[in-house]
Nanobody, 124 residues
Framework: QVQLVESGGGLVQAGGSLRLSCAAS?????MGWFRQALGKEREFVAA????????RYGDSVKGRFTISRGDAKNTVYLQMNSLKPEDSAVYSC????????????????????WGQGTQVTVSS
C-alpha cells in the first residue's frame, strides 16, 4: 500500500502563486492532481508519467499550472501561478501503483492511490 501526503496548500490572493507537493511512500508510475470545489464534481488538473516525458493538463489550468516530478520519482509538484478564485478547491494527489493498459490520466481509473487532499483558497 502506497501512502500519499500532500502539502503546500493555503490562502493566497488572486494572481498569486502556490506550489503543492505530494510525497509517495513507495514506487509509483503516473502521478496526477485532481481538485474538488464545494458542491462541484471532481476535476482533473494535471498528470505526469513516471519518466516525466508525458504531461497532461486540464483545460482550465493550461498555461498557468506546471506539474513536475522530483529526481527520486516518488514526489510530484504542482506549481500554480496566476491563481484565480475559481481555482479554490481541495487538491488531491493520485498515483498509479500498477501498470494500466493505455494512458488516460485525466480519469480516476488510472490511479490506485489517493491522498487526503490539501485546501487551496484564492481570495479576490
Amino acid at each position: 500500500q502506497v501512502q500519499l501526503v500532500e502539502s503546500g496548500g493555503g490562502l493566497v490572493q488572486a494572481g498569486g502563486s502556490l506550489r503543492l507537493s505530494c510525497a509517495a511512500s513507495g514506487r509509483t508510475l503516473t502521478m496526477g492532481w485532481f481538485r474538488q470545489a464545494l458542491g462541484k464534481e471532481r476535476e482533473f488538473v494535471a498528470a505526469i508519467s513516471w519518466s516525466g516525458s508525458s504531461v497532461r493538463y486540464g483545460d482550465s489550468v493550461k498555461g498557468r499550472f506546471t506539474i513536475s516530478r522530483g529526481d527520486a520519482k516518488n514526489t510530484v509538484y504542482l506549481q500554480m501561478n496566476s491563481l484565480k478564485p475559481e481555482d479554490s478547491a481541495v487538491y488531491s494527489c493520485a498515483a498509479e501503483g500498477r501498470y494500466h493498459s493505455g494512458w488516460h490520466p485525466d480519469g480516476p481509473t488510472q490511479y490506485d492511490y489517493w491522498g487526503q487532499g490539501t485546501q487551496v483558497t484564492v481570495s479576490s
